[in-house]
């Protein structure tokens, strides 16, 4: 079992749409992250929530923290495909584990 | 600033024989080492962390004998997949910290290895 599960596994949109892609724990977290990962390459950090409740926008990118931080969101508006890849939460855990979420990989079909 | 590299990129290698994987911070000195792997449209499962100059903490699951990691100086960190099997094909990812913060990763392009 993943410390991070996401939700949902796969999803796939036209473009144009918007989308929510959900990380949830039964653990508490110091902070959570999002990372987008294309085929072949390393994750490329895109935002990172450190307190509750927390919500940080990039571009069309809305990221969230829940309020017990054992959660988080990633709300994309009007996906395009160039948003196209693997989104994966990760966090730290007891101050010193990093752990990945299960992932979720979104296509957005023009 | 903060990259990381990993060499090689792509290995193919014969089930039996060993490979390495090297992962340098290229323009800091990095405290803490991760690898982690990564199976096709999976997430990155944590493999071990390693500091300079000390052994390197493994993840539950994961065997010390088979994956030799070395962490010889700041800078360069090294896996190496001993009597590699066809099931170790994977993709490996190391990640590099400047501090204590883990939330401050850096992460290699990663490296693809496949097993015959």
């Known amino acids: 079992t993943q410390l991070l599960e996401q939700s949902p596994q796969f999803l796939s949109i036209q473009e144009g749409e918007n989308l929510t892609v959900y990380c949830n724990s039964s653990?508490?977290?110091?902070?959570l992250q999002w990372y987008r990962q294309e085929p072949g390459e390393g994750p490329v950090l895109l935002v990172t929530?450190?307190?509750?409740?927390e919500v940080k926008k990039l571009k069309r990118l809305t990221f969230q923290f829940g309020d017990a931080r054992k959660d988080s969101s990633l709300h994309i508006t009007a996906a395009q495909p160039g948003d196209t890849g693997l989104y994966l939460c990760a966090g730290v855990y007891n101050f010193n584990k990093f752990y990945f979420g299960s992932g979720t990989k979104l296509n957005v079909k023009p | 600033g903060a990259v990381v590299s990993q060499h090689p990129s792509r290995v193919i290698c014969k089930s039996g024989t060993s490979v390495k994987i090297e992962c340098r911070s290229l323009?800091?000195?990095?405290?803490?080492m991760f690898w982690y792997r990564q199976f096709p449209k999976q997430s990155l499962m944590l493999m071990a962390t390693?500091?300079?100059?000390?052994?390197?903490?493994?993840e539950q699951g994961v065997e010390k004998d088979k994956f030799l990691i070395n962490h010889a100086s700041l800078t360069l960190s090294t896996l190496t997949v001993t009597s590699a099997h066809p099931e170790d094909s994977s993709f490996y990812i190391c990640?590099?910290?400047?501090?204590?913060?883990?939330?401050?990763?850096?992460f290699g392009p990663g490296t693809r290895l496949t097993v015959l």
């Open positions: 990640s590099a910290t400047r501090g204590a913060d883990y939330n401050e990763q850096f």
């Open positions: 929530v450190v307190t509750g409740g």
């Open positions: 653990s508490v977290f110091s902070s």
């Open positions: 390693s500091n300079e100059g000390s052994k390197a903490t493994y």
């Open positions: 323009d800091f000195q990095a405290t803490t």
